[in-house]
């Protein structure tokens, strides 16, 4: 229900690159914590090695690996990809002068002001984001 609630409020893609020279982000797919039993609930993650995921060993034997994010696409759920559609969704009632969802300052980051001010300024038609 909170995740709901955040969708609406719109999010943020983020994508990022790191490595983990503190739990060598076992936390991800393998055990851990550590110190705790793989047969405790939450413990047992995924099928990687506890002795795997160290920055060290990728370094290596990947020193020139790169990564390249491509055909990221922004719209509507449905309407990124042809044959797709925009999908029909209510917004939350608002009463007179109010507006849904997240508000910002004035002065603030969002160009005018408001989040609707700011979204009205996207386009209509998803962009192809890539190279």
Same mark, same amino acid.
């Given at each position: ?20 020279f503190e739990s ?63 999908? &029909? *969704?209510?917004? /939350? +009632? =608002? $009463? %007179? !002068? &109010? *507006?849904?969802? /997240? +508000? =910002? $300052? %004035? !002065?603030?980051d969002c160009p005018?002001?408001s989040l609707d ?15």
């Open positions: 229900a909170n995740f709901g609630k955040a969708m609406e409020r719109g999010m943020v893609l983020v994508l990022s690159l790191w490595d983990d060598h982000m076992l936390w991800l797919d393998s055990d851990y914590p550590l110190d705790k039993d793989p047969s405790e609930p939450g413990v047992s993650r995924g099928s990687c090695s506890r002795d795997s995921g160290k920055p060290e060993d990728l370094a290596n034997t990947c020193p020139s690996a790169t990564v390249k994010f491509s055909k990221l696409r922004v719209g509507e759920i449905g309407s990124t990809f042809p044959g797709g559609g925009p999908v &029909t *969704t209510s917004r /939350p +009632h =608002t $009463t %007179a !002068g &109010t *507006t849904a969802g /997240p +508000h =910002t $300052t %004035a !002065g603030s005018g002001g001010h700011c979204i009205s300024l996207c386009p209509d038609s998803p962009p192809n984001i890539h190279d």
